[in-house]
C-alpha cells in the first residue's frame, strides 16, 4: 500500500512562487521515477515535470525554465518549485509515483490532487 499526499497548494498572484510537496507513504527505493502532472476544469490532465530515482530530470516546454523539480529520499518527499507562476498554471496538480520491481509488477500511484491557483 503506497499513498501520495501533495501539500503546499495555495491562491497566490502572478509573478509569486510556490513549492509543491508529494509525501510518499511507502518505499522510496522501488519507485523508477516520480512526476507531476496538472489538471484545468475541461482540459486533459498533462505533464508538467518528471525525475528518475537517479535525479536526471525532464521537464514540459511549457515551464520556460520557471519549475525546478527535485527529491529528498531521507524526507521521502519529492519537490516542485514553482516560479514566476502565470494564470494559465492554475490547475489542480497531480504527484505520480511509477514502481517495478524484478518480479515484473509495475504500477502507477497518484496522489489525489492539490489546486494551485494563479490571479492577474
Known amino acids: 500500500q503506497v499513498q501520495l499526499v501533495e501539500s503546499g497548494g495555495d491562491l497566490v498572484q502572478a509573478g509569486g512562487s510556490l513549492r509543491l510537496t508529494c509525501a510518499v507513504d511507502?518505499?522510496?527505493?522501488?519507485?523508477?521515477?516520480m512526476a507531476w502532472y496538472r489538471q484545468a476544469p475541461g482540459k486533459q490532465r498533462e505533464y508538467v515535470a518528471s525525475?528518475?530515482?537517479?535525479?536526471?530530470?525532464n521537464y514540459s516546454g511549457f515551464v520556460q525554465g520557471r519549475f525546478i523539480i527535485f527529491r529528498d529520499n531521507a524526507k521521502k518527499s519529492m519537490y516542485l518549485q514553482m516560479n514566476n507562476l502565470i494564470p494559465g498554471d492554475t490547475a489542480v496538480y497531480y504527484c505520480?509515483?511509477?514502481?517495478?520491481?524484478?518480479?515484473?509488477?509495475?504500477?502507477?500511484?497518484w496522489g489525489q490532487g492539490i489546486l494551485v491557483t494563479v490571479s492577474s
Open positions: 505520480k509515483a511509477h514502481y517495478s520491481s524484478t518480479a515484473g509488477w509495475a504500477k502507477d500511484f
Open positions: 511507502g518505499n522510496m527505493d522501488n519507485i523508477d521515477y
Open positions: 525525475i528518475t530515482d537517479d535525479d536526471s530530470s
